[in-house]
Protein backbone atom coordinates (compact mmCIF):
# COMPACT_ATOMS: atom_id res chain seq x y z
CA UNK A 1 0.00 0.00 0.00
CA UNK A 2 1.42 3.58 -0.97
CA UNK A 3 2.62 5.73 1.90
CA UNK A 4 -0.48 8.46 1.02
CA UNK A 5 -3.09 5.76 1.15
CA UNK A 6 -2.09 4.49 3.91
CA UNK A 7 -1.81 7.98 6.06
CA UNK A 8 -5.63 8.29 4.70
CA UNK A 9 -6.78 4.58 6.40
CA UNK A 10 -5.18 5.86 9.69
CA UNK A 11 -6.54 9.22 9.54
CA UNK A 12 -9.76 7.40 8.71
CA UNK A 13 -9.79 4.99 11.31
CA UNK A 14 -9.27 8.01 14.02
CA UNK A 15 -12.21 9.38 12.36
CA UNK A 16 -14.17 6.15 12.51
CA UNK A 17 -13.39 6.20 16.34
CA UNK A 18 -15.55 9.33 16.67
CA UNK A 19 -18.71 7.17 15.70
CA UNK A 20 -21.92 7.73 17.52
CA UNK A 21 -25.41 6.65 17.33
CA UNK A 22 -26.27 9.23 14.99
CA UNK A 23 -23.54 7.52 12.67
CA UNK A 24 -20.13 8.47 11.35
CA UNK A 25 -19.02 12.16 11.10
CA UNK A 26 -19.67 14.15 7.63
CA UNK A 27 -15.47 14.13 6.94
CA UNK A 28 -15.35 10.30 7.71
CA UNK A 29 -18.35 9.95 4.91
CA UNK A 30 -16.74 12.02 2.77
CA UNK A 31 -13.17 10.82 2.52
CA UNK A 32 -14.31 7.09 2.53
CA UNK A 33 -15.73 8.28 -1.05
CA UNK A 34 -13.18 9.90 -2.18
CA UNK A 35 -10.42 7.43 -0.89
CA UNK A 36 -12.98 4.33 -2.29
CA UNK A 37 -13.11 5.64 -5.84
CA UNK A 38 -9.10 6.28 -5.65
CA UNK A 39 -8.66 2.71 -4.69
CA UNK A 40 -11.60 1.56 -7.59
CA UNK A 41 -9.79 3.43 -10.07
CA UNK A 42 -6.48 1.31 -9.21
CA UNK A 43 -8.00 -2.27 -8.93
CA UNK A 44 -9.48 -2.83 -5.89
CA UNK A 45 -12.76 -4.60 -5.65
CA UNK A 46 -15.85 -2.85 -3.70
CA UNK A 47 -15.48 -5.63 -1.38
CA UNK A 48 -11.94 -5.13 -0.64
CA UNK A 49 -12.72 -1.26 -0.29
CA UNK A 50 -15.28 -1.43 2.07
CA UNK A 51 -13.82 -4.67 4.23
CA UNK A 52 -10.91 -1.99 4.32
CA UNK A 53 -13.22 1.14 5.13
CA UNK A 54 -15.29 -1.51 7.49
CA UNK A 55 -18.21 -0.15 6.30
CA UNK A 56 -21.07 -1.99 4.38
CA UNK A 57 -21.57 -1.62 0.76
CA UNK A 58 -24.90 -0.25 0.76
CA UNK A 59 -23.46 2.32 3.02
CA UNK A 60 -20.46 3.14 0.66
CA UNK A 61 -23.31 3.56 -2.10
CA UNK A 62 -25.35 5.56 -0.24
CA UNK A 63 -22.72 8.02 0.65
CA UNK A 64 -20.91 7.89 -2.95
CA UNK A 65 -25.14 9.25 -4.13
CA UNK A 66 -25.10 11.82 -1.27
CA UNK A 67 -21.51 13.42 -2.36
CA UNK A 68 -22.55 12.90 -5.91
CA UNK A 69 -25.68 15.29 -5.04
CA UNK A 70 -23.97 17.65 -2.80
CA UNK A 71 -20.89 18.01 -5.64
CA UNK A 72 -23.89 18.98 -7.76
CA UNK A 73 -25.74 21.12 -5.28
CA UNK A 74 -22.07 23.06 -5.03
CA UNK A 75 -21.93 23.49 -8.65
CA UNK A 76 -22.89 27.45 -9.73
CA UNK A 77 -23.75 28.31 -13.19
CA UNK A 78 -22.10 31.32 -14.37
CA UNK A 79 -24.68 34.26 -14.79
CA UNK A 80 -24.38 37.51 -17.59
CA UNK A 81 -25.40 40.22 -16.59
CA UNK A 82 -25.71 43.06 -18.20
CA UNK A 83 -23.35 46.00 -17.28
CA UNK A 84 -23.22 49.96 -18.37
CA UNK A 85 -20.66 51.25 -19.58
CA UNK A 86 -20.28 54.83 -19.03
CA UNK A 87 -17.94 57.73 -20.45
CA UNK A 88 -17.24 60.57 -18.05
CA UNK A 89 -17.87 64.36 -19.47
CA UNK A 90 -14.35 65.35 -17.66
CA UNK A 91 -12.42 62.76 -19.66
CA UNK A 92 -13.03 60.90 -22.64
CA UNK A 93 -10.22 58.67 -22.58
CA UNK A 94 -10.99 57.21 -19.09
CA UNK A 95 -13.99 54.52 -18.80
CA UNK A 96 -15.91 53.65 -16.29
CA UNK A 97 -17.94 49.84 -15.75
CA UNK A 98 -20.45 49.64 -13.23
CA UNK A 99 -22.08 46.47 -12.77
CA UNK A 100 -26.05 45.83 -11.34
CA UNK A 101 -24.34 44.36 -8.34
CA UNK A 102 -23.13 47.73 -7.68
CA UNK A 103 -19.40 47.39 -7.67
CA UNK A 104 -17.51 50.01 -10.02
CA UNK A 105 -14.23 50.05 -12.03
CA UNK A 106 -12.94 53.74 -13.05
CA UNK A 107 -10.37 55.61 -14.98
CA UNK A 108 -9.92 52.29 -17.75
CA UNK A 109 -9.11 52.29 -20.92
CA UNK A 110 -11.45 51.15 -24.12
CA UNK A 111 -8.63 48.16 -24.23
CA UNK A 112 -9.02 47.38 -20.76
CA UNK A 113 -12.61 47.38 -20.51
CA UNK A 114 -13.09 44.95 -23.91
CA UNK A 115 -10.65 42.81 -21.34
CA UNK A 116 -12.79 43.09 -18.36
CA UNK A 117 -15.95 42.47 -20.13
CA UNK A 118 -14.05 39.36 -21.64
CA UNK A 119 -13.04 37.84 -18.38
CA UNK A 120 -16.81 38.31 -17.27
CA UNK A 121 -18.66 37.29 -19.66
Do not use: C, N
Not at 60 to 81: G, M, N
Not at 98 to 109: F, M
Amino acid sequence: MQPDIQAEFAHLHHLAAQHTERGYPVEFRQRAVVLGDHLSERGWTQQRIVEALGISRPTLRRWRQEHKADDEASVVEPTLRPVEVVLPAASPRAVSVTSPGGWRVEGLRLDQVVELLGRVS
